[in-house]
């Protein structure tokens, strides 16, 4: 069973920045998919970004261009920076791990954008 334990999330200015990491428990790691989506309250969750095994990435629209998304195969562990924030950014983060019929979710973490 995979575990995925978010971390990094907070209350931030619009315009600052920050990064959110998602440790997994899983020497397989580098064969997942990893992803990160988000839930605003009142929406349904969306895809923020994604990166395969190989290194493929591809970013919702509204992110591209101010979020990165990024991995460490040694230490298991997915990275979304976060930079430019905006309010419409605030949303609970989830950590999606995916390798074939396999799919697992972390518990999320809160990112409040505001002033």
């Known amino acids: 069973q995979v575990q995925l334990v978010e971390s990094g999330g907070g209350l931030v200015q619009p315009g600052g920045s920050l990064r959110l990491s998602c440790a997994a428990s899983?020497?397989?790691?580098?064969?997942?998919?990893m992803a990160w989506y988000r839930q605003a309250p009142g929406k349904q969750r969306e895809l923020v970004a994604r990166?395969?095994?190989?290194?493929?990435?591809n970013y919702t629209d509204s992110v591209k261009g101010r979020f990165t998304i990024s991995r460490d195969n040694a230490k298991n562990t997915v990275y979304l920076q976060m930079n430019s924030l905006k309010p419409e950014d605030t949303a609970t983060y989830y950590c999606?791990?995916?390798?074939?019929?396999?799919?697992?979710w972390g518990q999320g973490t809160q990112v409040t954008v505001s002033s």
């Open positions: 999606s791990a995916t390798w074939g019929p396999a799919n697992y």
């Open positions: 899983e020497f397989t790691f580098t064969y997942y998919t």
């Open positions: 990166i395969t095994g190989g290194d493929f990435i």
